[in-house]
C-alpha cells in the first residue's frame, strides 16, 4: 500500500504548516495522520503523551522522530524506556532538524511517527 504522509512544509511561530495547511501548537504524527499534540515542552512529555505512537506499535511505526523545542536535550529516561518496551525506536532532535528531516524519511517510505514541540 502507497504511503500518504503529510508534506511538512513550514515550522516556526508556534505551529506548522502541513500540505499547506497551517496547524498551531504541536504535531503528533501517527500512521500519517496529523493531529494537535499538547505537549508544549520537554518537561510535559509522557509515556501518556505518546500513547497513539506506544498503541500503534512496532508493526506501524519503526521509530519516533522527537523535536524536542529549540534547543536538542535527551528526553526524559520513562519515555526512552517506554519506546524500547513497545519496539519503537527513537531519534531525537530540536524541532527544526526533525521538521527537515521528515518529509525526507516518509519519502523513503519509512514507517516513522512524528512528535514535534512547536518553536
Given amino acids: ?3 500518504s504522509a503529510p508534506s511538512l512544509d513550514a515550522y516556526g511561530e508556534g ?3 502541513l500540505d ?14 496529523p493531529g494537535p499534540w499538547a505537549v508544549t515542552s520537554l518537561a510535559e512529555l509522557t509515556p501518556d503523551s ?6 500503534a506499535g512496532r508493526a506501524e511505526v519503526e521509530f519516533l522522530l522527537l523535536g524536542v523545542g529549540a534547543r536538542n536535550a535527551m528526553p ?3 519515555i526512552r ?3 524500547q518496551r ?3 525506536g527513537l531519534e531525537f532532535m530540536d524541532t527544526p532538524a526533525a ?3 521528515y518529509n525526507i524519511l516518509t519519502a523513503e517510505g519509512r514507517r516513522v511517527a512524528a512528535a514535534l514541540i512547536a518553536v
Fill in 1 to 3: 500500500m502507497a504511503r
Fill in 15 to 17: 505551529g506548522f504548516r
Fill in 20 to 33: 499547506g495547511n497551517r496547524h498551531e501548537g504541536s504535531l503528533l504524527i501517527v500512521k500519517d495522520e
Fill in 50 to 55: 505518546l500513547a497513539p505512537v506506544l498503541e
Fill in 76 to 78: 526524559p529516561k520513562a
Fill in 81 to 83: 524506556e517506554a519506546l
Fill in 86 to 88: 513497545a519496539g519503537i
Fill in 99 to 101: 521538521a527537515r528531516l
